[in-house]
């Protein structure tokens, strides 16, 4: 039953993209809980089934370090076990009522989604393989994540298995299944009309944003972060890509966009430490002035330098590394102030950064041992402020944030970048996203687009997307893909976005969906525990009774 879960949620996921199969594909894991001989085998099987399932998604982080990440994917397998135990443990498997059926049926919903939010922010968060994601392609309901995030989607899916396997344990007595399919089938022609209704309206919201012109490069990427050319190489490409584009659309495009990480540390201090980075510099300035087009481009930053001894002599060094975004304008101008440069705030764990040097410093020093050896001297520092960018050109003044990596699937920072300052409406206008998924070996690329199309969804944006290896190109503020790139190729991608007027609920009020169901399964695991102990205490007077 574990297997068939595995395979079918798998198959569910971009980019072989059979959406239906996530409406079944945890219904033989509930079988399983339902017809489990306790809780302890319920838990370390289920424990077992999701780390699998992880693997089989996500082993690709095995060439970036296999010991992290078997640790990381373990504690992802984590959320299984622990939703296992409060599914069960609360009986919302075993009701034999259509009220009890029912609240059984949200019950499990419930506990999934609180399990999957947990899931997107323990150790600063890996929401990959959210379960509403594979819905992509029925897209009408997937568009009532403008209010509760991806999560309401999350939501509905799971009660769709919760109520296929509800049918399926009772299925010599389906009757007492109507009314919790009557709900189910209710929840879900809302949430298609709802989504009707938001894609309906969106045209009469749009007006013309900038032409933006996406470079994608193609470098294999080494698990010390090393790319596949040099920096003259990858300067030179980029720079032939980029003026072929301006050749091609003369005095149209107002920003070119390479993607993370594509050039080197860019910031003041850097440059008076490294002459060539000032070199670099330069050649930027030059390709923005001469052009008048504006240019977003991935580096580092390095800063807080000091001396290192090593076997081979003393190094100066810096303590300070960051990933970021560097902003030239049409003018030339890239001045290191925050207005020109963000640096990523959510970082990689295991990637970027090793989590428990602090609280668990057990497991630190295990990563480190058998990390590889860049562990030592590769660890970045996050970043502090959510930048806003001023895209001024001919007498425009459009604003849009820069989300790094996979920074574009962590629904809480993007909809905090865009939540309504002073005046009201939204802090930025776009969405510019600068990803290097050279990391990624077969289908990942594909699931990290699925995954950021939520973003545009729930904050009712557009996207550009730079992407080293793919798949860049752009996508709409109701999660439509336009003019990608195919995945591992050369190529830049040129088109002019859309400013949508609307403020969702969720760019507002953020994850108060998600909330709600995290204090409802509270409740619902401290009835577990509850019914639990009740049980032990039944026992125990019945087997002194009897003595």
């Known amino acids: 039953m574990l297997g068939a879960s595995i395979v079918m949620l798998t198959l569910a996921f971009a980019p072989v993209g059979q959406f239906y199969l996530a409406w079944i594909g945890l219904a033989p894991w509930l079988v399983f809980l339902a017809e489990a001989r306790s809780q302890k085998s319920a838990f370390f099987w289920s424990w077992i089934g999701g780390t699998l399932f992880f693997i089989a998604n996500m082993w690709w982080m095995a060439s970036i370090s296999w010991p992290g990440m078997l640790a990381l994917l373990t504690v992802c397998g984590l959320f299984w076990a622990v939703a296992a135990l409060v599914i069960r443990g609360a009986g919302l498997l075993g009701e034999r009522t259509s009220g009890k059926i029912l609240r059984g049926i949200l019950g499990i919903a419930v506990v999934w989604t609180a399990t999957e939010w947990m899931r997107g922010i323990i150790f600063t968060g890996l929401p990959w393989l959210f379960l509403g994601y594979s819905q992509t392609p029925i897209l009408p309901v997937c568009q009532i994540a403008d209010i509760t995030g991806s999560y309401g989607v999350t939501f509905w899916v799971m009660c769709v298995n919760a109520l296929a396997a509800t049918a399926w344990l009772n299925r010599d007595r389906l009757r007492i299944v109507l009314l919790a399919a009557v709900v189910v089938g209710c929840i879900t022609v809302a949430s298609m009309l709802y989504g009707i209704f938001r ?98 481009t991935g580096g580092e930053y390095w800063s807080n330098w000091q001396n290192e001894v090593r076997e081979d002599g003393t190094y100066t060094v810096p303590e300070d590394r960051r990933n970021t975004a560097y902003f030239f304008d049409p003018n030339g101008q890239m001045d290191d102030s925050i207005g020109h440069r963000y640096d990523k705030i959510h970082l990689v764990p295991w990637g970027e950064y090793i989590p428990g040097k602090e609280s668990m410093p ?122 990608l790139l195919p995945v591992r190729t050369t190529g830049t991608s040129v088109r002019q976005i859309m400013i949508d007027s609307r403020l969702s609920f969720y760019t507002k009020f953020g994850d108060v969906f998600a909330y709600a169901c995290n204090a409802l399964a509270v409740g619902i695991a401290g009835w577990a525990w509850w019914r639990r102990r009740s049980r032990r205490e039944e026992i125990v007077a019945i087997r002194k009774e009897k003595s």
């Open 362 to 483: 057990i497991l630190y020093k295990l990563s480190v041992q058998l990390g590889p050896k860049y562990y030592t001297d590769y660890i970045m520092q996050p970043g502090e402020t959510m930048t806003v960018f001023h895209l001024r050109r001919n007498g425009k003044d459009w604003r849009f944030v820069a989300p790094i990596c996979f920074e574009d699937i962590d629904a809480r920072i993007c909809c905090a970048m865009f939540r309504p300052a002073d005046d009201g409406g939204k802090r930025a206008d776009f969405i510019v996203n600068l990803t290097n998924d050279g990391w990624f070996k077969l289908n990942e690329n594909a699931d990290h687009l699925q995954a950021a199309s939520f973003r545009d969804i729930e904050n009712r944006v557009w996207t550009a997307r730079s992407v080293n290896t793919g798949i860049s190109g752009f996508i709409d503020s109701v999660g439509l893909y336009h003019d």
């Open 199 to 296: 894609i309906g309206q969106t045209e009469s919201c749009l007006s013309p944003g900038p032409t933006i012109a996406a470079v994608q490069s193609n470098y294999p990427q080494t698990n010390s972060g090393e790319k596949g050319a040099k920096i003259g190489e990858r300067l030179d490409l980029h720079l032939r890509q980029t003026r072929d584009a301006l050749d091609k659309t003369p005095g149209k495009i107002d920003m070119v966009v390479w993607s993370e990480t594509m050039m080197e540390a860019l910031n003041t201090t850097a440059r008076l430490e490294v002459p060539t980075y000032q070199d670099l510099y330069d050649v930027l300035s030059r390709l923005t002035i001469e052009n008048h087009v504006a240019l977003l």
